[in-house]
């Protein structure tokens, strides 16, 4: 039983616009959202995270929105550029910043086009 | 500053065999954890050390299992390999609360044949 959920495996999207990757979880106890971006051949690299006691995260071209309610988050990422081309996934934890154990989605592979 | 170092970065093992995998943590860390990722899947925490003692275990038999050193580099060992087994082996490094996320390592490939 899949907790965190990322129902596009892909996404294509034009260099300049937004993008916007999906998440959904179902565990009620995560409290602690991350997401992290893999190119091929390295580890996750950390780009953004969010806690549930806030709804929106902003870091330069990368903003997460939280909707607890809906248990669904989002990363937008404005403007796009060919360089974000990579496999996005999304984390989450229980028990707040401090946890050891992240549970990840599948991934959603994001291709920025020229 | 070097990051999150594994070793090796390849291996293929026979199914029945044993295999250690190696991590040295980015500078300043003090806590490991190792993760899983199967072929189209995300990573699955396997288990995390800190202090030398495994502190939280995911959903992983006993044939998983870890060792810390007092340098806080870290081993996975895995035995009687099955099939199953072959992933891509992340070991991830933090601080004790880990407020900025992991530092992930490039990983291990291994594969069971």
């Known amino acids: 039983d899949q907790q965190v959920k990322q129902n596009s495996p892909s996404l294509s999207v034009q260099e300049g616009r937004i993008s916007i990757l999906n998440c959904d979880y179902t565990?009620?106890?995560?409290?602690?959202f991350l997401w992290y971006k893999k190119y091929p051949a390295e580890g996750p690299t950390f780009l953004i995270s969010?806690?549930?006691?806030?709804d929106k995260n902003e870091d330069g071209r990368f903003t997460v929105f939280l909707n607890k309610s809906a248990k669904h988050l989002s990363l937008h990422i404005v403007p796009s550029q060919p360089g974000d081309s990579a496999v996005y996934f999304c984390?989450?934890?229980?028990?707040?910043?401090?946890?050891?154990?992240?549970?990840f989605g599948k991934g959603t592979k994001l291709s920025v086009i020229p | 500053d070097a990051g999150v170092t594994q070793s090796p970065t390849h291996l293929i093992k026979t199914r029945g065999q044993q295999v250690t995998l190696r991590c040295s943590p980015k500078?300043?860390?003090?806590?490991v954890s190792w993760y899983q990722q199967a072929l189209g899947q995300g990573p699955q925490f396997i288990f995390q050390?800190?202090?030398?003692?495994?502190?939280q275990r995911g959903n992983f038999p006993d044939r998983f299992s870890g060792h810390q050193f007092p340098n806080y580099s870290s081993e996975l060992n895995v035995n009687a390999l099955l099939l199953g087994d072959s992933a891509l082996y992340l070991c991830?490094?933090?601080?004790?609360?880990?407020?900025?996320?992991?530092?992930f390592g490039s990983g291990t490939r291994l594969t069971v044949v």
């Open positions: 984390a989450a934890s229980a028990g707040g910043a401090g946890s050891y154990q992240l549970t």
């Open positions: 991830a490094s933090s601080l004790v609360r880990p407020d900025y996320g992991y530092t």
């Open positions: 500078s300043g860390h003090d806590t």
């Open positions: 969010i806690s549930s006691i806030k």
């Open positions: 050390y800190y202090e030398e003692e495994e502190r």
């Open positions: 565990n009620s106890m995560f409290d602690y």
